[in-house]
């Protein structure tokens, strides 16, 4: 179903997540316009559409993502990082592999492996529970739902 200017919105969010590597913009000069391909709309073969069901989809598991990780930092209980992380790889993963969210999500894998203190992982959970709610607010209050 088409829906005029909004893929250009859709395309500016998406944009915002991937990093230069992840976008490629086609400067289309008959029409003075560029457009936006990123790695969300290549994962759905271009379908504007398809993108949407995506990122409607990651806005779903938000919330419940954001409550796992607020109940790691209540009770100071590691145990569930790593399964937690791995839903957040599952939910994050179309928005591009080198995005911040992901290579937050990375990072915060890495160092529980490797024996880093539980005060420093605890840090880098706030900061990435901080970036998952600027994703949320970004694909909430810019991306028009139909």
Request: no cysteine; charged share 25%.
């Amino acid at each position: 179903m088409p829906f005029p200017g909004k893929r250009k919105k859709l395309d500016t969010i998406l944009s915002k997540y991937l990093k230069a590597s992840d976008v490629s913009y086609n400067y289309d000069s008959g029409n003075n316009k560029m457009e936006v391909n990123s790695y969300l709309l290549q994962l759905a073969g271009g379908d504007s559409s398809i993108a949407r069901i995506i990122m409607d989809e990651i806005l779903k598991e938000i919330p419940d993502t954001k409550r796992k990780l607020n109940k790691i930092l209540e009770t100071g209980d590691l145990g569930t990082l790593n399964a937690v992380n791995h839903h957040m790889i599952s939910t994050f993963a179309p928005l591009g592999g080198n995005t911040t969210i992901m290579k937050m999500i990375n990072t915060i894998r890495t160092i529980k492996s490797s024996g880093i203190e539980n005060l420093e992982i605890i840090k880098h959970i706030q900061e990435l529970i901080s970036e998952i709610d600027s994703i949320e607010k970004t694909l909430s209050d810019g991306y028009i739902h139909e």
